[in-house]
């Protein structure tokens, strides 16, 4: 089977930076991705490593260590529109791509 | 262009009446996928469509579900004999590339309440 973990909840203030960690156990596996999702809205594609390292874009970096199972989203410059759920996700494309998520990590910021 | 298109919005039914929910994919995707997200969870994966056929069904909590897209394109799904317990958001997403690809575009979805 597939599982991830990451924090239910995060806090941080504007301007801050954030770090969002996802562990994960799947039998094979094929790159991590990051989706956001506002409050009734549709996820959106945020980032996908496949690779070990990081991966910029803007003010959001993602990062990954497959010898530890192991990623983070990274958030710079925060603001209140950053507030939102962040899910990380692996995809098993034995099974046609289907995405195996975690349960989310709700980020607010804070004035 | 325009983006995946879900619906209705939201739909409110009764305890074991049938409903139908629909999916518009990005034009020429050919991979459409359903997933259910219940509050405060991540996105659960029910089916998956390569064109036309059902590639993987894994995810289908019973046969009270089904789900069809009979042209490759919009597609339905169907919930028999509704329980409360399938209140849920239904969330549609589509790829450009068999297999997902690297990203997928979700729909709004159809937040779906079982009275």
């Known amino acids: 089977g597939q599982s991830l973990e990451q924090p239910s909840e995060v806090t941080a203030v504007e301007g801050a930076i954030v770090q969002i960690n996802c562990t994960y156990q799947t039998s094979g596996f094929y790159g991590l991705s990051w989706y956001q999702q506002h409050d009734g809205g549709a996820p959106t594609f945020l980032s996908y490593n496949a690779l070990d390292g990081l991966e910029e874009t803007g003010r959001f970096s993602s990062f990954l260590s497959r010898s530890d199972s192991y990623g983070y989203l990274l958030l710079q410059e925060l603001q209140m529109k950053d507030s939102a759920s962040y899910f990380c996700a692996v995809r098993d494309p034995n099974q046609g791509g289907k995405l195996i998520f975690g349960q989310g990590t709700e980020l607010s910021v804070k004035p | ?115």
């Open chain 2, 1 to 115: 262009g325009a983006g995946v298109s879900q619906t209705p919005s939201n739909k409110v039914t009764e305890k074991g009446k049938y409903v139908e929910l629909r999916c518009d994919p990005i034009s020429g995707h050919t991979a459409l996928y359903w997933y259910r997200q219940s509050l405060g969870q991540g996105p659960e994966f029910l089916i998956y469509f390569q064109g036309t056929g059902a590639a993987d069904d894994s995810g289908l909590p019973n046969d009270r579900f089904f789900a069809v897209r009979p042209e490759g394109s919009v597609s339905t799904l169907k919930i028999q004999r509704t329980e409360r317990g399938d209140s849920a958001v239904y969330l549609c997403a589509s790829s450009s590339k068999a297999g997902g690809g690297n990203e997928q575009f979700f729909g709004p979805g159809t937040r779906l309440t079982v009275l």
